[in-house]
């Protein structure tokens, strides 16, 4: 077929493209779907189900049958709507889901089957024999269904996120939505206007009325033309308003470089949070089809569709068409495209005394009541007063009425309303507060209509902002509306299809009504009409006429269906906005982190956090051997670890002690200045939450630690103890988490070495500072510095903070200074290691499910104060409640111990009911010699010495364990005092 | 979503975490009489109406506040913030 | 009428004219032995189980709109018995293994495929986790494997093990974990309920009960009063609303979760895999549809309906895990009302009103539970008792401080 005359395609260049391998040419302005059309291609597609040879239905993005792959390697795109897809040179577009070539598909023999394919038969077979449904029927119908498919590579393309604030979001730039735009950029008000397509004009562009007697091409030129001189107003182009959420927030996707062969550097499509005090949603209309037998013949479209095609695209699907109408929209079409030299076989118009509006042959009263063409449509047959007869056509244009694009006014639930008169469903009031809907997508479909309801529309939401707005002087256009005659389908014998996507037949309605899947939920999810790619825009409202045919009850006691974000497809990777890979979240580096990497360190991902996990030396070839010499060189000498992911918070106040006590299950107030003292926190249930240190620096004065996992929640919790319950505290908090570098020096070499970093007349002899002391001072000559004695890893033990940004010096002088003594770097992976040698609960004990009398710190809860959690921690269940935390070594040293694994009495049954506790932390122990574990043990404080089963089902482990005190190091606290 | 922060003007929510029910600000005596039940009903129980609904959202990425904001579940509107501190004060007997 | 291949052919060679009405639309009686306030899965299933396996009759369940229309008409559809702790553990598995014998017993396929569900974890401690979660599986005799990185690779070669920002160091596997055509499953309960006489009631809402001396008497709904010697409630995401009817303030809040489908793909994902670094968990529909969820938007809603950022922040999950799945393009976004409760686990239980009892607090893990919470429900309902596997179900385990909180984050309902 040669291009017809005029439309809106740059003629003067050609650009190549391929249809599955078939090189074709198309021009600027083309979509896929036209340029195909402009070649001849009507085959486009397979159906889901039947895998029925489809074509083009619609022009538009609620098109259900041409789905395409488009482009190759890693940017593989399936299910693409060849009228969206915007043509370029070189674009490579592929049929899918089909076996075989798209004429010659071999899972077409679905449709011989298709009897047996009625809806809901998945629901009343394949059920014997059992097994056969996973191995047999399921992989079979999964490698059948589906439609286009995935690369399987990472996506390499860019992709991005950007905030929009505006007075007005204008959804869709057709007549109402131009207007709209207009109307409220004259005001100086801030406006976006966004339309899907990639030019503006919408229904405009397909038509060929006059506006102020001149095409409407002119008109909205000039309205493009006054809005991109306007700073207030931003054009967004290739943009899909998908989604409208909570208080006027608007999603929308801009497809920035999908009509470019590659995005260079550009992302290839940015997701908007468009933020708008108002908005007007113009977009537009859907039209309707007539369920008639084989209505789903590659050439079958819709009359607005075909109309659009040639007007715009200036092709037409076949030389010689008819249209099938119950309203004078179907005229439109045929006098269009007559004008265009396209020989029209005739409008068959369902209503009775209609006469012709041009020079074409009229079937008044008739009906198209089947057709001809497996691969592409040859013949329609008309049947008019009881009697039928087949005419030749190429192509057939199907009017069945305009069904208002509501979709967007649905997202807050509201459901759609009937409109008798317009025999189809408009937006009901109370849609998503702030959008006014205008034009076709409010039943306002004549040209007049929309641009007037699209102007007020502005100047009603503008009005409500205090801005005024008038109504800018609107060109004269056609005032005419088209009253449907009800005409759902054409009853018959053959298949009818409603949803074409899925296959959902007339006889599918009709065999959920008899099977009384009558409510429209069932019908859908029966049938599964609606559940396809164009969530039912062009099938929902014709099956829901039909089923209330069936039951006889009027179309609005059958129901209404409602849309859900999004409006079209959005593909994944712009929802993800490019944070993915190693980006997916940020990284925190602790202050030593560069330190760390000079000297080889391993790191591993500890919440937000890169913590250095060990630091190799030549030779090791083993990260066990690694780490043990790291927790042995502390135990015998010195070891340094960066400890500044622990949360910190400074407290300050007159009363900051007693906001402590409050706040942690053990006494804070008592604390002398000058002194640490461990805390538990737990939550208000009673169980245990955090610990950490809290040290006081002067009477009004404390600091803080919390575990690094909750640094954030406890600094949350402790403003919200600040705020809500004791406001009238006098007391300040500020999280210094980040504030300060703290370092741990452990080992027997501790003190010796950080001696030599004081400064002039600093003491910290133990007399002078001894276990669980804390001070002010200055390091380094003249740094200040905090320094804790405290200790985790049961060693004469220091923290050391300094202002973060010296973090990494204070590290390098550390190991240089202390080289004699031993100084070693040690990570994660030790600092777990030393920990549980000594017993100190952490992440896995303090799970959340942690009773302190599960810890044995029951005791620490004092009875005399008020604190969080107090009261509940006494409850019957955390009472009786046995289990305690003990050590666990194995009776034969070369035994594992894994955390995770159960513990049984020896010789038990082994079962949930025997169950006796588990591991939750395990590590090899240089110390010890074997490996070791700290557990909980039911009754487990009164079981010193008791050999039982630590099992591991997983691996069919079983290993004879001792029970022991959880302090394998040290177990008096000697060395830490020393 | 976007929330009315009394000091900051409208604020998106994802600045903000959410806590639930405000009348977690109410919090019962631990000495008092009958404290186990009392805070079995205050930490465990919940009105959760359709409809209004006072509820606690803390101004996590902007200035620590926390709020008391009025909002209907059904609906999503938001009726009004206010800071709880004020709130808890007044509620104390003291100045808000 | 008996479903069956031959069934099938039969009628589709005589046009299907035999096909009978799925169930039938009764008009209420007066009064029922039962009455289940909700048409969900887990009403249907109760209402199933008392007529079927406890003998009952005189039952009627009572749905304010259509048939499954609570949320087991809109879930992820994901089915397993992998969790941790010993008051759990037994009631899912026992539930697993009601799944692995449904379509048969009720003659209904629901399409149930055990194609596995796979766990990720993506540091040591999430691993020491997975490790006593998996043997306590096993120890309740339920099944389950921990793998290492490579055997997670042999699995799904498409996840990123390149530059992951949290590596994959392993995951737990249940192979009988799987998926379940939701509203396959609730029509074949509904169905195989009316076969057995129960009547399945739509269209008809609750709207007060009728509370004499401590006792109820029945239901008052929008088709006028229904008496009844015990009534059920079990309607998710309502319950709040439905029970303050009774007076009772529960441990439950109610939030949205919002869930998501993709455009029709040729297979891609084997079975359910969920990231452990991020909010997300996929399984692929026999339609091709990648249906993904993640975290509920975290406030309390009865909308049905969520926000953009979880969107955002449920894809930005998806596309680290799995960076292929980025030329999908979403199809719909849906919201459910769950009943978050203040452990993340359930309520199988009398109240203080005789004769009412109570089925709640699903948080967003209901649909695996659907055969063995209605099965305990109808146990409890029949014979006074609980059932077995649901005795820590209890609703005075939080005064008591028997909670079970399988992920440890106390009364904090939107972090369940």
């Known amino acids: 077929m040669t291009r017809l005359s005029g439309g809106l395609i740059d003629r003067s260049r050609s650009l190549n493209f391929t249809f599955d391998g078939r090189k074709l040419t198309g021009h600027p302005g083309d979509t896929l779907a036209s340029a195909l059309l402009a070649n001849d291609v009507r085959l486009m597609g397979r159906s889901f189900k039947y895998h029925r040879p489809r074509g083009l239905i619609a022009a538009g993005s609620e098109e259900p049958n041409a789905l395409v792959e488009l482009r190759g390697g890693a940017r593989q795109e399936p299910n693409t709507r060849a009228t969206v897809a915007e043509l370029f040179d070189g674009l490579d577009a592929r049929s899918q889901n089909r076996i075989g070539s798209l004429r010659f598909d071999l899972l077409a023999v679905n449709d011989l089957f298709s009897p047996f394919f009625a809806a809901g038969f998945y629901y009343k077979t394949f059920m014997w024999p059992k097994a056969f449904w996973e191995k047999l029927y399921e992989p079979a119908i999964r490698r059948a269904a589906g439609l286009g498919s995935l690369s399987m590579q990472a996506d390499p393309d860019a992709y991005d996120k950007g905030f929009l604030h505006c007075d007005l979001l204008v959804i869709g730039g057709g007549a109402a939505g131009l207007a709209a735009a207009q109307a409220a950029a004259r005001s100086g008000a801030r406006v976006i206007l966004a339309d899907e397509d990639f030019r503006l004009g919408g229904r405009l562009m397909a038509e060929t009325h006059l506006l102020d007697d001149a095409p409407a091409t002119g008109w909205v030129s000039g309205v493009e033309e006054e809005l991109a001189s306007l700073p207030n107003l931003r054009i967004m182009r290739r943009t899909t308003v998908f989604g409208a959420f909570d208080h006027g927030i608007y999603g929308a996707v801009e497809r920035v470089a999908d009509h470019l062969p590659e995005p260079g550097d550009k992302p290839r499509q940015t997701l908007w949070r468009i933020t708008a005090k108002r908005a007007v949603l113009a977009a537009g209309a859907v039209e309707r089809h007539i369920p008639f037998a084989n209505n789903d013949r590659p050439g079958i479209m819709l009359a607005g569709a075909m109309r659009a095609f040639a007007n715009r695209w200036a092709v037409s699907p076949a030389a010689r068409v008819a249209i099938f109408t119950n309203n004078d929209d179907g005229h439109r079409t045929a006098i269009d495209l007559a004008a265009k030299g396209v020989d029209i076989a005739g409008v068959i118009d369902s209503r009775d005394n209609v006469t012709a509006m041009g020079s074409y042959p009229v079937f008044a009263g008739g009906v198209v009541s089947d057709a001809k063409g497996r691969l592409g449509l040859t013949q329609v047959e008309v049947t008019q007063n009881g009697r039928s007869q087949w005419i030749d056509c190429g192509a057939l244009g199907v009017s069945g009425g305009w069904n208002p694009n509501l979709h967007l006014a649905s997202h807050h639930r509201g459901r759609p309303v009937w409109d008798e008169a317009l025999q189809s469903f408009v937006p009901a009031k109370d849609g998503p507060p702030g959008l006014i809907v205008a034009g076709a997508a409010n039943g306002q479909g004549s040209t007049a209509a929309a641009l007037r309801s699209g102007a007020e529309a502005a100047v009603q939401a503008l009005g409500e902002l205090d801005i005024t707005a008038t109504l800018p002087d609107l060109p004269q256009a056609e005032d005419v509306v088209s009253k449907p005659h009800a005409l759902w389908h054409v009853p018959g014998r053959g298949r009818a299809w409603v949803d074409f996507q899925n296959d959902v037949t007339v006889k599918d309605i009709k065999l959920a009504h008899q099977e009384n899947m009558r409510p429209v939920e069932h019908l859908k999810r029966w049938t599964t009409l609606g559940m396809a790619t164009d969530q039912g825009k062009t099938a929902n409202v014709t099956a829901l006429a039909i089923m209330s045919e069936l039951t006889g009850k009027p179309i609005p006691e059958t129901g209404t269906t409602i849309f859900r974000p999004p409006y079209s497809g959005v593909s994944l990777s712009v929802l993800g906005g490019g944070n993915t890979a190693e980006h997916f979240r940020p990284r925190r580096l602790t202050p030593t982190h560069h330190w760390a990497e000079a000297q080889g360190a391993v790191f591993v991902e500890v919440g937000p956090w890169m913590r250095a996990q060990y630091f190799p030396r030549p030779g090791e070839t083993h990260w066990r051997q690694t780490v043990d010499r790291e927790v042995l060189a502390t135990r015998e000498g010195v070891g340094i670890c960066d400890v500044t992911t622990l949360g910190k918070v400074d407290v300050q106040g007159a009363d900051a002690g007693e906001f402590l006590n409050r706040l942690y299950c053990n006494g804070m107030k008592t604390l002398k200045t000058g002194m640490v003292r461990y805390g538990l926190m737990l939550r208000e249930d009673g169980i245990a939450w955090d610990d950490g240190t809290c040290a006081r620096l002067a009477e009004d004065h404390y600091v803080v630690t919390t575990t690094t996992a909750q640094a954030g929640p406890v600094y949350r919790h402790m403003e919200f103890a600040r705020q809500c319950l004791w406001p009238e505290m006098d007391v300040q908090l500020i999280s210094t988490t980040d504030a300060w570098a703290q370092v741990s020096v452990a080992g027997p070499n501790a003190r010796r070495l950080l001696e030599r970093i004081m400064d002039e007349g600093v003491d910290i002899s133990n007399e002078a500072f001894p276990f669980m002391a804390c001070k002010s001072l200055t390091i380094c000559g003249g740094l200040r510095a905090r320094l804790f004695r405290i200790s985790f890893s049961g060693e004469l033990a220091y923290e050391v903070a300094v202002p973060t940004r010296y973090g990494n010096a204070l590290m390098q002088r550390l190991i240089e200074t202390g080289a004699d003594l031993g100084a070693t770097p040690y990570g994660t992976e030790a600092l777990g290691a030393l920990r549980i040698e000594k017993g100190h609960a952490a992440g896995n004990e303090l799970n959340g499910q942690t009773s302190p009398q599960m810890l044995g710190m029951d005791r620490m809860v004092s009875t005399k104060k008020d604190s969080i959690g107090a009261v509940m921690s006494r409850r019957e269940g955390l009472a009786a409640d046995t289990r305690r935390l003990v050590g666990l070594q194995p009776v034969d040293s070369a035994q594992p111990v894994l955390a995770g694994m159960h513990l049984f009495t020896e010789g038990a049954a082994q079962n949930t009911e025997t169950d006796q506790g588990w591991i939750t932390s395990a590590c090899y122990s240089p110390h010890v010699g074997s490996a070791i574990g700290l557990g909980f043990l039911a009754r487990g404080d009164e079981r010193m010495g008791e050999v039982i089963t630590g099992a591991n089902p997983l691996d069919q482990q079983q290993v004879a364990l001792r029970v022991v005190s959880p302090h394998f190091v040290d177990p008096d606290g000697g060395r830490l005092r020393d | ?96 | 009428m008996h479903f069956s291949g031959f069934r099938v052919i039969k009628e589709a060679l005589t046009g299907h004219k035999g096909w009978k009405p799925l169930w039938r639309n009764p008009e209420p009686q007066s009064s029922y032995d039962y009455i289940i306030v909700g048409g969900g899965g887990h009403g249907l299933a109760t209402a199933y189980y008392l007529a079927r396996t406890f003998g009952q009759a005189r039952i009627a369940v009572l749905e304010k709109g259509w048939l499954g229309q609570g949320n087991i008409g809109r879930n992820t559809t994901i089915i397993r018995s992998n969790y941790m702790l010993p008051g759990n553990e037994p009631f899912y598995e026992f539930s697993m293994q009601l799944w692995e014998g449904l379509e048969q017993e009720f003659n209904f396929n629901a399409m149930i495929s055990q194609r596995g569900v796979l766990n990720l974890c993506h540091t040591d401690a999430q691993r020491d986790a997975f490790r006593r979660r998996g043997n306590a599986m096993l120890l309740a005799g339920a099944d389950a494997e921990l793998l290492d990185a490579a055997g997670v690779r042999a699995m799904a070669p498409f996840l990123n093990f390149d530059n992951a920002r949290f590596p994959i160091k392993g995951g737990l596997l249940q192979r009988r974990g799987g998926t379940a055509r939701h509203d396959g499953v609730a029509w074949g309960y509904a169905r195989g309920a009316d076969m057995r006489g129960v009547d399945l009631i739509q269209n008809c809402e609750v709207t007060g009960f009728r509370i004499e001396g401590g006792r109820v008497q029945g239901v008052e709904t929008s088709r006028g009063y229904i008496g009844a010697k015990k009534v059920g409630v079990a309607v998710a995401g309502s319950t709040g609303r439905v029970m303050a009817m009774a007076g009772m303030r529960l441990p439950i809040e109610s939030h949205v979760l919002q869930a998501f489908v993709t455009e029709g793909l040729k297979p891609v994902i084997p079975g359910v895999i969920t990231f452990g670094a991020g909010h997300f968990y996929v399984s692929q529909s026999d339609k091709g549809g990648l249906v993904f969820g993640g975290d509920i938007d975290g406030y309390n809603s009865y909308a049905q309906r969520g926000n953009l950022p979880v969107i955002e922040d449920v894809t930005e999950g998806g596309m680290a895990l799995m960076p292929m799945i980025g030329r999908a393009r979403l199809l719909r976004v849906w919201g459910g009302i769950m009943d978050m409760s203040m452990d993340g686990s359930p309520i199988i239980d009398h109240t203080d009103v005789e004769g009412l009892y109570l089925n709640a607090g699903w948080c967003y893990g209901g649909f695996k539970a659907t055969p063995a919470s209605g099965y305990a429900f109808a146990h409890l309902l029949a014979r006074d008792t609980p059932h077995d596997t649901a005795k820590g179900y209890r609703l005075d385990r939080f005064a008591r401080g028997y909670v079970i909180d399988e992920k440890g984050v106390g009364a904090a309902p939107n972090l369940h």
């Open chain 2, 1 to 96: 979503m976007l929330i009315p922060h009394p000091l900051l003007g409208l604020r998106d929510a994802q600045e903000f975490t959410y806590l639930g029910d405000a009348r977690l600000i109410d919090r019962p005596d631990g000495m008092a009489e009958g404290a186990e039940a009392a805070f079995a009903e205050y930490v465990y129980l919940r009105d959760n109406p359709a409809g209004v609904h006072r509820e606690l959202w803390f101004h996590e990425q902007g200035d620590r506040s926390w709020l008391i904001v009025t909002r209907d579940t059904v609906t999503h509107e938001i009726l009004g913030a206010e800071l709880a501190r004020n709130v808890a004060l007044a509620a104390n007997g003291g100045e808000a």
